[in-house]
């Protein structure tokens, strides 16, 4: 893997969690370029998604939910603490399963309709 | 007085939108996806914006949820759900045509399998879930 990515651009390519303070190698296991954190998942709003470009905003963006997109990987989906902004990023193989699985059972544990009444599927 | 040459054209198609500016059909819109005609008063929420039956969206809103500011107009699907804090439900949706996320309330009315069936997804489906599910 080492051998496409020159390592100047590894030794430039890790950033600290905003959340938890981990550093992180820009890039996972698998080659993809990494924008959260595989600890916490939490990720940074360093990107504008409306209007495209850099966002000054920088905030932390907490990881809100698993949805699989139109290119049918399974995708975090992150929100931004300060100002609400929406991205969506791919999961990472080495990505914290126990979060990921947290944050699956959540809506589940606490839905708005009783769980009774589809007893059968 | 002499007769208009009968017209070929196909009718004008409805327009799919919310709240149109001019008050269109004023009090529902037709789903983009599966075609339902929807009221606009949803109960539990100030404006619906979202099909209760299959919980497609249409890219209307900006910013600002409800701002109506956005030109895009693309099919937005309901790609997951999260709960907030308070525990409400919130259903993300994703446009098709421009990729713009958005999360929205559900609605009282909103069909409870298919959310159900949206929330399940990730553990139904997701591999790595299965391959520890199965240990
Ligand atoms: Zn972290
Ligand atoms: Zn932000
Ligand atoms: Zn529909
Ligand atoms: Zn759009």
Same mark, same amino acid.
């Given at each position: 893997?080492?051998?496409?990515?020159?390592?100047?651009?590894?030794?430039?390519? *890790?950033?600290?969690?905003?959340?938890c303070?981990?550093?992180?190698? *820009?890039?996972?296991?698998?080659g993809?370029r990494?924008?959260?954190?595989?600890?916490?998942?939490?990720?940074?709003?360093?990107?504008d998604?409306v209007?495209?470009?850099?966002?000054?905003?920088?905030?932390?963006?907490?990881?809100?939910?698993?949805?699989?997109?139109?290119?049918?990987?399974?995708?975090?989906?992150?929100?931004?603490?300060?100002?609400?902004?929406?991205?969506?990023n791919?999961?990472?193989?080495?990505?914290?399963?126990?979060?990921?699985?947290?944050m /699956?059972?959540?809506?589940?544990?606490?839905?708005?309709?009783?769980?009774?009444?589809?007893?059968?599927? | 007085?002499? !007769? !208009?040459k009968?017209?070929?054209?196909?009718?004008?198609? !409805?327009?799919?939108v919310?709240?149109?500016?001019?008050?269109? !059909?004023?009090? /529902?819109?037709?789903c983009?996806?599966?075609?339902?005609?929807?009221?606009?008063?949803?109960?539990?929420?100030?404006?619906?914006?979202?099909?209760p039956?299959?919980?497609?969206?249409?890219?209307?809103d900006?910013?600002?949820?409800?701002?109506?500011?956005e030109?895009?107009?693309?099919?937005?699907?309901?790609?997951?759900?999260?709960?907030?804090?308070?525990g409400?439900?919130?259903?993300?949706?994703?446009?098709? *045509?421009?990729?713009?996320?958005? /999360?929205?309330?559900?609605?009282?009315?909103?069909? *409870?399998? /298919?959310?159900?069936?949206?929330?399940?997804?990730?553990?139904?489906a997701?591999?790595?879930?299965?391959?520890?599910?199965a240990?």
């Amino acid at each position: 893997m080492s051998n496409d990515i020159p390592s100047s651009v590894l030794r430039t390519t *890790a950033f600290p969690c905003v959340r938890c303070g981990l550093t992180v190698a *820009a890039f996972a296991p698998d080659g993809r370029r990494r924008n959260h954190c595989p600890r916490c998942l939490y990720s940074q709003h360093v990107r504008d998604q409306v209007e495209g470009g850099p966002s000054e905003c920088r905030s932390g963006m907490s990881p809100i939910a698993i949805a699989v997109l139109r290119n049918g990987d399974w995708e975090l989906i992150h929100n931004c603490t300060r100002c609400g902004e929406l991205t969506s990023n791919p999961i990472c193989g080495d990505d914290n399963q126990f979060i990921l699985m947290r944050m /699956a059972v959540r809506p589940l544990a606490q839905p708005p309709f009783p769980l009774e009444t589809f007893g059968d599927l | 007085m002499p !007769r !208009r040459k009968p017209q070929r054209r196909r009718p004008q198609r !409805r327009k799919d939108v919310l709240h149109g500016p001019g008050g269109e !059909r004023g009090d /529902a819109f037709r789903c983009t996806s599966c075609r339902l005609d929807v009221p606009l008063t949803a109960p539990g929420t100030a404006h619906r914006n979202h099909c209760p039956h299959c919980l497609t969206s249409l890219h209307v809103d900006g910013r600002i949820p409800g701002d109506r500011r956005e030109t895009c107009r693309g099919r937005m699907a309901a790609v997951g759900v999260t709960a907030r804090h308070d525990g409400e439900w919130l259903l993300i949706h994703h446009c098709l *045509a421009c990729g713009k996320l958005s /999360a929205n309330r559900i609605a009282g009315d909103d069909n *409870a399998l /298919a959310l159900l069936r949206l929330a399940m997804r990730p553990l139904a489906a997701y591999p790595p879930f299965n391959a520890q599910l199965a240990l």
